[in-house]
């Protein structure tokens, strides 16, 4: 079945690591989007990409950054200088326009 | 962009309709109005999206008013996993539309028995 997976589920980081997270997807999509979510907050965007090699920068895309080699991955990484990493991440994708499908999130806690 | 107003909670009792309402006055003719919805934990899935017409599909039905100025998302039977924010959002087509975009904190809606 196509989807996106992300990985992992749980992440734990102490203050000052960089820690990626990883978005596949097998649908064939071109555009892939990251999301940050808050305890009892909307999502607010990050990045995205709309082609292999390009990206753009989202509303709060500080102290985050991401690559998009394959068509089929968008890695995210949380650097040092993120000052308040710690919330739920999701990656989705579509083949144009909005956002289609979301993959299940990775919650990162930094301690 | 077109703002978008959700009341911020709701209840609808399991197996009656659930009517999702939300105001989005300032839309443009060439926005599109979208509703996704999220359960506890989970990652948003995407429902049905319209530009003028009603929309119908599996999941929900899409009415939008004449003057394109307030819609509403019909889950005709509600379930309890249909328990979960729903989100109205509206936008132009296009990927690059979407940069930008900003989900609010939408109708958290809560089916019971």
């Known amino acids: 079945d196509g989807g996106i997976t992300q990985s992992p589920k749980y992440l734990f980081r102490k203050e000052g690591q960089n820690v990626t997270l990883s978005c596949e997807q097998n649908?064939?999509?071109?555009?892939m989007y990251w999301y940050r979510q808050d305890p009892g907050q909307g999502l607010r965007l990050i990045y995205y990409?709309?082609?292999?090699?390009?990206?753009q920068k989202g509303d709060i895309a500080e102290g985050y950054s991401v690559s998009r080699e394959k068509k089929e991955s968008f890695p995210l990484t949380v650097t040092s200088a993120q000052k308040n990493p710690t919330a739920f991440y999701l990656c989705?994708?579509?083949?144009?326009?909005?956002?289609?499908?979301f993959g299940p999130g990775t919650r990162l806690t930094v301690l | 962009d077109a703002k978008t107003t959700q009341p911020t909670s709701m209840d609808c009792a399991e197996g009656r309709a659930a009517n999702l309402p939300c105001n989005h006055s300032?839309?443009?003719?060439?926005?599109?109005v979208y509703w996704y919805r999220q359960i506890h934990s989970q990652g948003p899935q995407y429902i049905i999206h319209?530009?003028?017409n009603n929309e119908t599909n599996e999941m929900a039905s899409l009415i939008i008013t004449e003057d394109r100025k307030s819609s509403t998302l019909i889950l005709p039977h509600a379930t309890l996993r249909d328990t979960a924010v729903y989100y109205c959002?509206?936008?132009?087509?296009?990927?690059?539309?979407?940069?930008?975009?900003?989900f609010g904190a939408g109708t958290q809606v809560v089916v019971t028995p």
């Open positions: 649908l064939n999509h071109d555009a």
């Open positions: 989705a994708s579509s083949d144009s326009g909005a956002p289609r499908i």
């Open positions: 300032t839309i443009s003719g060439n926005e599109y």
């Open positions: 990409s709309q082609i292999v090699n390009d990206f």
């Open positions: 319209g530009l003028k």
């Open positions: 959002i509206v936008r132009v087509a296009g990927t690059d539309s979407w940069g930008k975009l900003q």
